[in-house]
């Protein structure tokens, strides 16, 4: 008999799978060892495979894409509210089967391995600019304590830092002046290692014509394009721009009942990085738009004028992000309306 559809829960080791066919009626399970796994997968006619989207996922479908099988990624949260009993493996395995079969069930998007690089290096960045703030934060804090104060961001940490060790009239101590050197060289090298990352994306940028159609876009720099393209790829996953926004989180919520519709303030679903990126981009062209008379800007100030900044700021980085789906599912470049 064939297989139509495996709901497969993944794990670092012991993988679980709970076989039904098209109908729902269950047909068997099994426990594999990781490296099991694709010799069993090859040997299974073409079926479907349905994952949780979590770590290691983007990996197994492309191995499974390979063999012919058809893969769809569903969120955990989607999952959940299928699972019967006690929580175990194989509940787990049998509820994203079933979850899966859902007429209005959402699907995750499947990274290839281009997007996953360029995932990898934002992650990277990300990690690099928490570590240069803490370190920046640690050492203000440890300066008060020697009655020394250096203002907020890195650049005055830099200007002043230096002139600070050299004083011998503060109150610092040889030791102290030695650990806080030795701070400041590790900011150094945190400091090459951010600069690399940003060359890393522009030349990315360079080369992906993705990319390059959406830094055309007012509010799009080389980081906002280069991890539009890592989450969204194509854009052909969603069906137009107002889902693309709806999975950036930059839409209203809604809590209605009885026919009343109330709607709350954005859902904050979806990728928060790209959320944010877009949010800081919308603030720039808010910024910019009132030295201009393009008809963007005049409606951004007339958004600003009548809703408030925050709201404006989100307002737009809406419409950013569903011109952003167009160039992406469209292929088209951007044209300013003037």
Same mark, same amino acid.
């Given at each position: 008999?064939?297989?139509?559809?495996?709901?497969?829960?993944?794990?670092?080791?012991?993988?679980?799978?709970?076989?039904?066919?098209?109908?729902?009626?269950?047909?068997?399970?099994?426990?594999?060892?990781?490296?099991?796994?694709?010799?069993?997968?090859?040997?299974?006619?073409?079926?479907?495979?349905?994952?949780?989207?979590?770590?290691?996922?983007?990996?197994?479908?492309?191995?499974?894409?390979?063999?012919?099988? *058809? =893969?769809?990624?569903?969120?955990?949260? +989607?999952?959940?509210?299928?699972? $019967? /009993?006690?929580?175990?493996?194989? !509940? %787990?395995?049998?509820?994203?089967?079933?979850?899966?079969?859902?007429?209005?069930?959402?699907?995750?998007?499947?990274?290839?391995?281009?997007?996953?690089?360029?995932?990898?290096?934002?992650?990277?960045?990300?990690?690099?600019?928490?570590?240069?703030?803490?370190?920046?934060? *640690? =050492?203000?804090?440890?300066?008060?304590? +020697?009655?020394?104060?250096?203002? $907020? /961001?890195?650049?005055?940490?830099? !200007? %002043?830092?230096?002139?600070?060790?050299?004083?011998?009239?503060?109150?610092?101590?040889?030791?102290?002046?030695?650990?806080?050197?030795?701070?400041?060289?590790?900011?150094?090298?945190?400091?090459?290692?951010?600069?690399?990352?940003?060359?890393?994306?522009?030349?990315?940028?360079?080369?992906?014509?993705?990319?390059?159609?959406?830094?055309?876009?007012?509010?799009? /720099?080389?980081?906002?394009?280069?991890?539009?393209?890592?989450?969204?790829?194509?854009?052909?996953?969603?069906?137009?721009?107002?889902?693309?926004?709806?999975?950036?989180?930059?839409?209203?919520?809604?809590?209605?009942?009885?026919?009343?519709?109330?709607?709350?303030?954005?859902?904050?679903?979806?990728?928060?990085?790209?959320?944010?990126?877009?949010?800081?981009?919308?603030?720039?062209?808010?910024?910019?738009?009132?030295?201009?008379?393009?008809?963007?800007?005049?409606?951004?100030?007339?958004?600003?004028?009548?809703?408030?900044?925050?709201?404006?700021?989100?307002?737009?980085?809406?419409?950013?992000?569903?011109?952003?789906?167009?160039?992406?599912?469209?292929?088209?470049?951007?044209?300013?309306?003037?």
């Amino acid at each position: 008999m064939n297989i139509t559809t495996i709901g497969l829960d993944i794990a670092k080791s012991v993988f679980h799978l709970f076989n039904i066919t098209k109908t729902g009626r269950f047909i068997g399970k099994k426990q594999l060892k990781r490296n099991q796994v694709l010799a069993y997968m090859a040997k299974l006619e073409p079926s479907i495979v349905v994952m949780e989207a979590c770590g290691g996922a983007n990996y197994w479908s492309r191995k499974f894409m390979a063999m012919g099988h *058809q =893969v769809k990624l569903i969120a955990p949260q +989607y999952v959940k509210p299928f699972v $019967k /009993g006690n929580k175990n493996d194989y !509940n %787990d395995a049998e509820a994203i089967a079933e979850a899966s079969q859902r007429p209005s069930m959402r699907f995750v998007p499947i990274k290839s391995v281009e997007q996953q690089d360029i995932q990898n290096l934002h992650r990277q960045r990300g990690l690099i600019k928490k570590s240069r703030t803490a370190l920046v934060n *640690q =050492v203000r804090g440890l300066l008060a304590e +020697y009655g020394v104060v250096i203002k $907020k /961001g890195v650049s005055a940490f830099h !200007n %002043d830092l230096p002139s600070i060790l050299e004083d011998a009239n503060n109150e610092l101590t040889v030791l102290s002046r030695e650990l806080f050197n030795e701070l400041y060289e590790d900011l150094i090298i945190i400091e090459d290692r951010f600069k690399k990352c940003e060359k890393r994306i522009k030349a990315i940028n360079k080369e992906n014509g993705t990319c390059q159609r959406l830094i055309g876009v007012l509010g799009i /720099g080389p980081i906002i394009a280069s991890a539009t393209f890592a989450e969204g790829g194509n854009g052909k996953n969603f069906v137009n721009g107002r889902h693309f926004s709806a999975w950036l989180g930059l839409v209203p919520g809604q809590h209605s009942t009885g026919g009343k519709p109330v709607l709350l303030g954005i859902s904050k679903r979806g990728n928060s990085y790209l959320r944010t990126l877009y949010i800081h981009g919308a603030r720039a062209v808010l910024q910019a738009s009132s030295t201009k008379s393009d008809r963007f800007s005049l409606w951004a100030q007339a958004l600003l004028a009548r809703r408030g900044h925050n709201r404006a700021c989100v307002a737009i980085a809406n419409k950013l992000a569903r011109i952003a789906w167009v160039i992406m599912a469209k292929g088209d470049t951007y044209r300013q309306a003037v």
